[in-house]
């Protein structure tokens, strides 16, 4: 059974840097595409608007958020990755020291 997860991040608010953002977006590395993959994560896209990202993304029942955070931790690439989208990317208003993407509550359906 697959599992729906949103999450919300901020860019920094310079239009260049959104646009070097976007233009890493549209050729992500394979081996990160590769971790997203062997994490159980089935779908996953981002959108923005202004500065804020949200991430869809759609896991199996093997995903869990805290064994993707060991995968990564382990992973050379993806923390090459995260380190360079950092230069990017700033926490939302409230988050924790440390937290990038934030998991959204969801609060309706139709």
Not at 10 to 32: N, T
Not at 36 to 57: A, D, K
Not at 76 to 99: C, D, R
């Amino acid at each position: 059974m697959k599992k729906r997860h949103c999450l919300a991040l901020d860019l920094k608010d310079d239009e260049k840097l959104i646009q070097e953002y976007e233009a890493y977006h549209q050729e992500v590395w394979p081996e990160i595409l590769d971790s997203i993959r062997n994490s159980g994560i089935q779908t996953m896209q981002i959108y923005r608007v202004y500065n804020r990202l949200f991430m869809i993304m759609e896991a199996d029942a093997s995903f869990s958020f805290k064994k993707k955070h060991e995968m990564d931790v382990k992973n050379p690439k993806v923390q090459e990755w995260e380190k360079l989208m950092w230069n990017y990317q700033q926490a939302i208003p409230k988050s924790n020291p440390g937290e990038k993407w934030l998991l959204m509550d969801k609060i309706f359906e139709l």
